[in-house]
């Protein structure tokens, strides 16, 4: 089974830019590449931070992007959107009883339960009691299978001083639950704009970078007011999952670096090998009447 993760594209209302990047740009390119290349999927989850400021312009913006995915789609909420805003937009999006965009998808590798961690005026995420409620209940219905978990805020301290503040309030509470059952195979989550992998309570998790502004690698405490932001490249995650395996590749997106063969002779003592032709940027970045070869358009 594979599916394809892609998190926090921040978008904003079409034609506006966000840290001198267009999220809008970049969520159509990379759409363009799923298009191009994984339309086997059996979905593709966005892990929330859909919108940067929540307003019902950029969550327009997401519905005009998402209409040309050939790949189902689903979608959680993160700190920056406005669930009220987002419900409005998108009405078909499930939610449990108490409101809260949580629900399970259904996939050949096993249910993925999608929890909703945004805690409207913080950008700390949180589950409440009856959010924990609802996901005690559902794994409990869930017993006996294999079960992923995906959330936009991570469930852990990632030792990044400017985003573990950030994280998730309470989540001594989500790892009782998780020590009470014991078939979560996975963790996927959002909102670190880094890639991030290892384990948690015995289980794995992975997250990577977003698809317009990333957070900078810094290990030591930084000040309340600043997260240090950065351009490193947008990447999506193909997950792959079988019975006795979770493999995820982490795919940047606007690498157009050159492409040759390791066993080529030629390739190994070349001074400098030119941009290929395979690396030339999805029809949606190119430049209208320049030469593609190995050129990069900013976005
Ligand atoms: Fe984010």
Known sequence: MKFIHLTDPHLVPRGCRLYGLDPNERLRAAIADINAHHRDAEFVLITGDLAHHGEAAAYNALRQALDVLAVPWHLLIGNHDDRAVFKAMFPEVPVDEHGFMQTVIESSAGPFVLLDTHDAGTHEGRLCSSRLGWLDRTLTSLRGQDVFLAMHHPPLMLNLPA????????????????????????????????????????????????????????????????????????????????DGSVVIHVHDLLDCGPRFNLFDPAAEKAERIPPSSAAVAPRSMQIPGARQTGQRRRL
């Open 163 to 242: 985003m573990d503040h950030l994280g998730l309030a309470g989540r001594d509470d989500l790892a009782g639950l998780l020590e009470r059952h014991r078939n979560i195979r996975h963790i996927f989550f959002g909102h670190v704009h880094r890639p991030v992998h290892g384990a948690w309570q015995g289980v794995p998790f992975s997250t990577q970078r977003a698809l317009n502004h990333q957070v900078a690698l810094h290990f030591d405490e930084q000040p309340r007011d600043c997260i240090p932001g950065s351009h490193e490249p947008p990447a999506y995650a193909v997950a792959l999952i079988s």
